[in-house]
């Protein structure tokens, strides 16, 4: 024979094809590369992921949480991929890591005092107008 038959790789994945992905961190210098199983799920590559930037040392530091990122495509647009989804689903291998956005209502409860005060700079309401209308 002329070829030679692949060896069976027990425990590496679930056995499909094994693809080269180019992940691009937003605020590093250059891209991610490694090698994943095409069924992957997406938590997954965005997990390794993290592990590959933290082994490599590069920065900004990003931390390892990998609920508090999202992977794009450019085949979706605006749309993050689903964490469940497999990454060969997509037919592309160029992605892009962002971390997720914290909604501003968090942001504005935690660095105010209470919550009555930030509810009055929600609405816009100064603390003077309400003690005037009281009286």
Known sequence: MLF?????????????????????????AG??????????????????????????????????????FILYSPIAGTEALSPREMIGSFGVRNFMLCKKARRQVEIKRKNSGSWKSWFNKSLGLNSKLLTIQKY
């Open 4 to 28: 030679k038959q692949k060896k069976d790789h027990a425990g590496r994945g679930c056995g499909g094809n094994r693809i080269l992905i180019t992940i691009t961190v937003v605020g590093s």
């Open 31 to 68: 891209p991610l590369r490694f090698v994943v199983d095409e069924k992957e799920t997406v938590a997954t590559v965005i997990e390794i992921a993290l592990k590959s930037y933290a082994r490599e040392g590069r920065l900004p530091v990003l931390g390892t949480k990998f609920n508090d």
